[in-house]
């Protein structure tokens, strides 16, 4: 029936067309010179044109209409047709990011549960969204595209400029006020108040009494940077945002400070905090104008809410003094294990030993390296690639790892790796300690004296604890995101720890997993 | 699924258009366009496809019954009545639930786990001037319900508008169409709506919740004192620049939505009432509620105003007439207070306007056009804040109460880094490009050659740039929201 199409309508239509009733859109033109005027030629026919005839014109008319439309669409849905094809070519999909250093959305599984709820059709959205075929080259366009938005030699990522607290000067003698918990409220445990067993001071075996283990979400939840942190591209670095929590903070003194409390008379405790980049290698007053926390002030905060007997380690100062050095990479959060010896000497001075001058080291390369902070690069404010320059300790020196759910004990260090891991993955910090673990141990044969420290670190302190084994025959680096074995006081008692160094960032600090973290270690 | 979306655009859209096309006779093509309107329903809410399916047929059971009685009898008068009742009450229901059980206290749980059906806003009214029509008279029963249930599903249109009458769409849907004239304005027209979506709008609203903060971070009232301090602590600049990217986002947004379904209706030979038409350049409010939204105020015109007696029973029922449609055109935009003052902000208006106001604008160009912008501005601030503790802190910043500098350090450089764009994205909310592009041809002459390279430029270069930068946007970022699903 439809299929014989009736052409008096058609062209009908086709006059009210081009005699523009319909062209209210708004953003349609007029175009001027429009060809085939067929309606005209139909209002008024040739008068010697038989009806056969006069059927066969508009046939014709009828087909040239159709063609030229189609010619006229060509372009769009032959471009649409052939990003199709290229979208549905399935093996060239990437499955992991290498800029963005993740995995890109799966497949999702099928169930029911899933189908009934959307949320299996929404996950089949992303999935071919997020591994787009030639998605590198999709988004260096886009990047192109979106560097012509503007002018400026600074681009700023994520909400930088949210409000901090405001740091209490730290002169003020009195107790600080009483702060607030952010929501969501934590779930802090209280610290135990049992008496803490007293063993021997010599290193004897003990049962470990494993700690209250956490989720893997739990443990993972805020502990490293997030994709998405806010912060500045400037001059090919990324300066992320600094931000102050009093509650935050003073949750952290009272976690150190009761460690100190703990291990009165048994060894020292020093603290010191790694800071991120902005506030080393950025002036003050920039810092202020930019709306960040100045750490300089947060520092002095928590140094003035430690109990005495904690070693507080200036963490600003001796790499302020180098800035202009390779302390920091230019693409990732983390300093450098140049920024991690100069925070040493500090810690040197403080703990009254003579600093190992880094010519004794061995120097090593790994390269090209792309951190966290990568994927904030386009083309306009491109991020500089980093090199991973590694030192290698001298003496005869080996390290031991134990991953998480491993017990550890004296007899026991784990499997050997070399003590500098030469990393063909992109993942290059990894060099340090091949990476976050449990526990890692390194062992100087060359040392006579059975000394040990041990640092309790978040992933700044893996460049960071190699310069210990200069001057302890065994150095215990403990990750305490991943380690649940012992207690502190267990640990410190069961391997005959002399020194105890906290060695956690301020972006850490300022945040619940680290807190409550440390509150189940130290006791 | 969105159709500014990659599964949409790269799956959804080329197989429905290729099975489309494939179709001989146009009741098969009628049958595939209901069978990728379901799917494309059913990809967004699986369960809610039975609700349009029921309320579909209930209506088209009662348009039918309607059709047998006398026109005027008491029977069809309590046919369209009922169904009044069930369309409506339907919407309360799953719309209003909640906001009306919160005046008179606690909200039970189970109504906080109503799920707003995608698109309910629009289907219903869709199907309600089907039913109201047939009564009128003005339209006439349709037999086969896959025919009703076609007009209230279509993909194009379904989710987000423009609301489209029954009997401004029947004759094309049913009886015969012409697919081809306007099928190469119906791709640019998409293209256009597509990259309006993708680059303008997208962007827009990246940076309006860079400084009024995400619709989340609204909505979530436990966040309420830190997400204050944030915008009391927005510079001058920063609070301007987030109500003005906001102001744009939105007209972007739904006018490329209208752009999209308008395209999409094109392709295939239907024609869909035009929903925009730059709003922005109105001189009054008057006549900004003429160019935005045009198939909602036409709706509630047609349905709610004319119907209660528009102007013809005296001023003082005008009056109420006006104040009725503005606050359901307020809720209709959502279940919340802000929204309700966001109606009644333009009633207060309308009728100032109605008293005297109009004749004085008409006579003053420029300052009009300021006068509407500031009214519009100033409106989407209520309409941007469900909570409304956080309006009087914005408008507090926007005059530099909250103590902070007109400038700071963030939004400096944001303004830096978007300059072109913002600069670009004013003028396209208003008629700049296509005025200065009709000038062009036009300067052409009757110049066979350049009629052709304009050709090129028209169905070709562009269609084509906007989709592959559109697309580039789209695998870079996975800022997509659609506002308007949200009613």
């Known amino acids: ?523 | 699924m969105v159709f500014s979306s990659l599964i949409f655009l790269y799956a959804f859209l080329p197989l429905s258009l290729l099975v489309y096309f494939c179709c001989r006779t146009q009741e098969g093509k009628n049958k595939s366009l209901l069978v990728f309107s379901l799917i494309f329903y059913a990809w967004g809410e699986p369960k809610f496809v039975l609700l349009l399916l029921l309320m579909s047929a209930f209506d088209w059971a009662m348009a039918l019954r309607i059709s047998r009685e006398k026109q005027g009898s008491a029977g069809a008068k309590l046919c369209v009545a009922l169904t009044c009742l069930v369309n409506l009450g339907l919407l309360i229901f799953f719309k209003y639930s909640s906001m009306l059980c919160s005046f008179f206290g606690d909200v039970p749980a189970f109504i906080q786990k109503i799920v707003l059906p995608l698109g309910i806003s629009f289907y219903t009214f869709q199907l309600l001037t089907y039913v109201i029509d047939v009564y009128r008279g003005e339209a006439v029963a349709e037999k086969k319900y896959w025919h009703v249930l076609l007009y209230a599903a279509l993909f194009h249109q379904c989710i987000a508008g423009p609301i489209v009458r029954y009997s401004s769409i029947s004759e094309e849907l049913f009886a015969s169409r012409n697919e081809y004239a306007d099928m190469p304005d119906g791709a640019r027209r998409f293209a256009l709506g597509l990259a309006k979506k993708v680059v303008l709008a997208n962007t827009c609203g990246k940076l309006a919740d860079q400084f009024l903060l995400a619709d989340t971070a609204i909505a979530d009232a436990s966040a309420l004192v830190s997400n204050l301090a944030r915008i009391e602590s927005t510079s001058v600049l920063g609070l301007w620049m987030g109500i003005i990217c906001y102001t744009l986002q939105i007209y972007f947004d739904f006018s490329a939505y209208s752009d999209m379904a308008i395209g999409m209706g094109k392709m295939v030979g239907l024609h869909y009432m035009e929903n925009f038409n730059f709003p922005y350049i109105s001189r009054s409010v008057t006549e900004f509620w003429r160019r935005w939204h045009i198939s909602l105020s036409t709706f509630f015109r047609d349905y709610v105003y004319i119907p209660l007696g528009g102007n013809r029973r005296g001023f003082a029922r005008q009056l109420l007439n006006l104040f009725v449609v503005w606050a359901l055109t307020g809720l209709w935009h959502g279940a919340s207070l802000n929204f309700l003052c966001w109606g009644l902000y333009y009633f207060v208006f309308l009728v100032i306007e109605k008293l005297f106001l109009k004749r004085v604008l008409d006579k003053v160009p420029i300052l009009s056009n300021l006068y509407l912008m500031i009214i519009v501005i100033f409106g989407w601030v209520l309409f941007r804040f469900t909570d409304m503790s956080y309006i009087p802190a914005v408008f507090k910043g926007l005059f530099g109460a909250n103590g902070n500098g007109l400038t700071d350090f963030v939004s400096t450089v944001t303004l830096k880094s978007n300059m072109y764009f913002l600069a670009f994205s004013v003028l396209a909310a208003t008629p700049f490009f296509r005025v200065i592009w009709g000038k062009i041809k036009n300067a052409g002459g009757r110049s066979r050659v350049l009629a052709g390279l304009f050709d090129v430029v028209d169905y070709a270069v562009l269609p084509i740039l906007l989709v592959v930068i559109s697309t580039a946007l789209l695998v870079s970022e996975k800022f997509n929201p659609f506002l308007y699903f949200r009613f």
């Open chain 1, 1 to 523: 029936m439809s299929d014989e199409l009736d052409i008096e309508e058609i062209l009908r239509e086709v006059k009210r067309m081009s005699a523009g009733s319909d062209d209210t859109g708004e953003v349609q033109v007029k175009t001027p010179a429009e060809p085939a005027p067929a309606p005209e030629s139909q209002a008024e026919p040739a008068p010697a044109e038989s009806p056969r005839a006069a059927r066969r014109r508009q046939e014709r008319e009828q087909r040239q209409i159709k063609k030229r439309a189609l010619l006229r669409s060509a372009p769009f849905f032959t471009t649409l047709a052939i990003i199709t094809v290229i979208a549905w070519l399935l093996p060239l999909r990437d499955t992991v990011s290498e800029t963005e250093r993740r995995e890109l959305e799966k497949f999702p599984a099928f169930s029911l549960s899933s189908v009934a709820n959307g949320s299996y059709f929404s996950q089949i959205g992303n999935w071919f969204a997020d591994t787009f075929t030639f998605r590198e080259s999709w988004m260096d366009l886009g990047g192109f595209v979106e560097g012509l938005y503007g002018h400026s030699d600074i681009a700023i990522t994520g909400s930088v400029g949210q409000s901090s607290d405001v740091i209490p000067t730290p002169q003020v003698t009195a107790p600080p006020a009483e702060t607030t918990a952010p929501s969501p409220t934590p779930a802090l445990t209280e610290p135990s108040d049992e008496p803490v067993t007293e063993t021997e001071e010599a290193p004897v075996e003990t049962t470990p009494e494993p700690l209250p283990s956490l989720s893997p979400e739990e443990v993972l939840q805020g502990m490293e940077y997030s994709a998405d942190a806010s912060a500045i591209v400037m001059n090919g670095d990324v300066y992320p945002a600094t931000v102050f929590s009093q509650y935050y903070c003073d949750l952290y003194a009272a976690n150190i400070s009761r460690a100190a409390e703990l291990l009165d008379g048994k060894c020292r405790v020093f603290d010191l905090i790694p800071l991120r980049c902005t506030s080393v290698k950025l002036d003050k007053s920039v810092r202020e104008y930019m709306g960040f926390a100045l750490d300089e002030d947060v520092l002095a905060y928590i140094s003035s809410q430690l109990d005495e007997r904690v070693y507080f380690v200036d963490s600003l100062t001796p790499l302020a003094a180098h800035k202009d050095e390779y302390i920091y990479f230019h693409s990732d959060h983390h300093w450098t294990a140049l920024g991690a010896y100069y925070a040493y000497t500090e810690w040197a001075k403080e703990a009254g030993v003579e600093p190992v001058s880094l010519d004794e080291y061995t120097e090593g390369a790994l390269e090209p390296y792309t951190g966290t902070f990568y994927h904030n690069s386009t083309k306009k404010n491109p991020v500089t690639v980093d090199t991973v320059y590694t030192y290698d300790p001298p003496g005869d020196i080996h390290l031991y790892i134990i991953d998480s759910g491993t017990g550890d004990s004296p007899s026991y260090r784990g499997f050997e790796q070399s003590v500098v891991t030469q990393m063909a993955t992109p993942e290059k910090y990894s060099a340090f300690l091949a990476g976050d673990h449990a526990l890692c141990t390194f062992v100087n044969n060359d040392m006579e004296e059975e000394s040990a420290c041990l640092i309790i670190k978040d992933s700044y302190g893996n460049p960071f604890c190699y310069y210990y084994t200069q001057h302890y025959k065994y150095v215990y680096v403990l990750d305490y995101r991943y380690y649940f074995n012992r207690s502190l006081s267990n640990f410190v008692d069961t391997y005959g720890v002399d020194d105890v160094i906290f060695c956690t960032s301020m972006f850490l600090v300022q945040g619940e997993g680290c807190n409550s973290l440390l509150n189940s270690l130290i006791r």
